[in-house]
């Protein structure tokens, strides 16, 4: 991996891939940038994001008009943990950005940052399944393939939150669509 290129001034990452962030998900970065974490780990995930949303911008199944602007899938879901759980490990926001970029299929460990990732990646799926470019057929075997029982552990605050929004959207979509294909 190379080495990121500090400012002379401060001996922190300079701007260069936070610029194309800023350019790419501008409010990721403005919540990367307020959050926590240490300017190189901020320059690390702006840079991994800018090559993730490269690979990946947006769900297959998802059809975008033309020059419409969006909030790209890898930035997304790093929103969603930033955002919702304030999260400040950088393993599991790193493994959020992988596996929304699609280079990883979906984690099946016991690894609790894979287990945030995985749970804030089936919300934006959820998030996201009323566009009408879905087809019905493609929506049915998306929600059967969603997580069905997510266990999680006592006192896990930014987990049960990511969870009350996943069952909130969950069931805004069963009711939307009809049925309860997901039980």
């Keep these: 991996m190379a080495a990121p290129i500090l400012s002379q001034e401060t001996n922190e990452p300079s701007d260069s891939t936070s610029a194309s962030l800023k350019e790419l998900a501008p409010g990721v970065d403005q919540i990367l940038e307020r959050s926590a974490l240490l300017p190189q780990q901020k320059h690390e995930l702006r840079r991994q994001l800018v090559g993730a949303i490269a690979q990946r911008p947006e769900y297959e199944w998802i059809k975008r008009e033309s020059g419409v602007s969006f909030n790209p899938l ?13 999260c400040s490990n950088v393993s599991t926001l790193r493994a959020a950005i992988t596996l929304a970029s699609g280079i990883k299929t979906r984690p099946s460990s016991e690894n609790q940052e894979h287990d945030h990732a995985d749970l804030a990646y089936s919300l934006d799926i959820l998030r996201h399944l009323h566009y009408p470019s879905v087809q019905d057929s493609t929506r049915q075997a998306i929600l ?40």
């Design 144 to 183: 059967q393939d969603l997580p069905k029982v997510i266990e999680i552990e006592p006192g896990d605050a930014p987990m049960e939150r990511l969870l009350t929004l996943y069952d909130a959207a969950l069931n805004r979509t069963k009711k939307r669509y009809g049925g309860d294909n997901h039980s």
């Design 74 to 86: 890898p930035a997304r879901v790093t929103e969603i943990l930033l955002r919702e759980c304030q």
